[in-house]
């Protein structure tokens, strides 16, 4: 009767033992089940924040070419680029009274007198109502920047073009570090580009100084053009 009794004691403790192991079994199961849910959520959560913010900088027009942007070299309808000889001497590079309207001799600008202050610091798009004043304008040439002006005819999507064109510009290495490149609405006050064109494009040079106007927009023009005249290249490259 004893050897029974002990019999039964060991398999009341085994099945009691049996039963602690499948619960913690349970337990185990029921722990890897909510461990997998977070990390899945957690994932989710990431790729909810990651993705938008990779597809936002994939799309950003800064991260892209300019070549991008616009009609190719071959259907933007260009002049040939214009060379101003010796641009960079005294008389060119006088300081006038802030308020005078110069007389230039390029259309659009490409040297010159200016006024005493660059238009600082320089945002990369202007329009008609809050471009900086010419003169102003051609003050930054002197330090190096490459401007773009657009008549009145760039609308709609060509206008868009140009903003981004603007934002890649000013993140490509022949514009320095600080994005020697500005796109601005041109005031015809100061003259009209040659029939069939609508965008002009400026630099000047450390010796000469550049123009070339366009009839459509076009970023292949663009990258063309500041490539073989740098910021680099300027009476006052270090200037802000």
């Not at 641009?87 to 308020?99: I, K, L, M, Y």
């Not at 798009?125 to 051609?138: G, K, N, S």
């Not at 069939?196 to 450390?206: D, F, N």
Request: aromatic residues 8%; proline residues 5%.
């Amino acid at each position: 009767m004893a050897n029974k009794t002990k019999q039964q004691e060991r398999d009341r403790r085994a099945k009691i033992e049996a039963m602690r192991k499948a619960e913690q079994a349970k337990e185990r199961r029921k722990s890897m089940m909510f461990i997998a849910i977070a990390v899945v959520v957690g994932l989710g959560l990431i790729a909810a924040a990651a993705v938008p913010a990779y597809l936002e900088s994939r799309n950003d027009p800064a991260n892209k070419a300019l070549s991008s942007f616009g009609v190719s070299t071959a259907a933007a309808d260009c002049d040939a680029v214009q060379t101003s000889k010796g641009t960079n001497n005294e008389a060119d590079r006088d300081h006038v009274t802030d308020g005078t309207v110069e007389d230039y001799a390029t259309v659009p600008p490409s040297y010159g007198p200016h006024w005493s202050a660059p238009a600082f610091p320089a945002r990369e798009f202007y329009t008609a109502r809050d471009r900086p004043e010419m003169e102003q304008l051609v003050h930054n040439l002197e330090h190096g920047y490459t401007i773009l002006w657009y008549d009145d005819t760039i609308k709609g999507n060509q206008l868009d073009e140009l903003k981004d064109i603007a934002a890649s510009a000013r993140n490509d290495e022949a514009t320095g570090p600080t994005g020697k490149f500005i796109v601005s609405a041109w005031d015809d006050s100061y003259g009209n580009f040659s029939t069939g064109k609508h965008i002009g494009l400026s630099h000047w040079g450390s010796a000469d100084s550049f123009t070339q106007v366009c009839g459509k927009v076009s970023g292949a023009v663009v990258a063309d053009f500041i490539d073989k005249h740098p910021a680099s290249d300027a009476p006052e490259p270090n200037a802000a």
